[in-house]
């Protein structure tokens, strides 16, 4: 399959397909007529890469995850501790927006708490 192909069917964004290709890591990628070729392993692989920028990794901590994964089982505990460490920054971060609609939500409180002594008092 080619890029194209494998863009259009998989909806992966060419800008992956071509930072996968350059990182050297498509043992499997063979190269017909000047155009890569990817298999079904290609496209696993392609899929976590998606899924590690989704969840905010960069392009050099995709290709350090990837480069680990490739090495094989020894490098679970690093894969790991890489995964742990993105998960408990997005646990910071949601704590942080928590904390932020907190203070919305008491901002918006305080609001209709006046507007319904404001109201009793024109009744009066």
């Given at each position: 399959m080619t890029i194209e192909e494998a863009h259009s069917r998989y909806n992966?964004?060419?800008e992956i397909l071509k930072e996968?290709?350059?990182w050297g890591l498509c043992g499997a990628v063979k190269t017909?007529?000047?155009?890569?070729?990817y298999d079904e392993e290609d496209i696993e692989r392609l899929s976590l890469i998606m899924t590690l920028h989704d969840v905010g990794f960069s392009k050099e901590e995709v290709e350090?995850?990837?480069?680990?994964?490739?090495?094989?089982?020894?490098t679970e505990a690093k894969r790991m501790k890489?995964?742990?460490a993105h998960r408990n920054g997005t646990l910071?971060?949601?704590?942080?927006?928590?904390?932020q609609l907190d203070r919305l939500d008491y901002l918006r409180y305080k609001i209709r708490q006046d507007q319904k002594e404001n109201e009793g008092e024109m009744k009066q």
């Open positions: 992966i964004p060419v996968y290709e350059s017909v007529m000047g155009a890569w070729q350090s995850y990837m480069r680990l994964l490739l090495e094989g089982e020894n890489m995964l742990d910071d971060e949601i704590h942080f927006k928590q904390r």
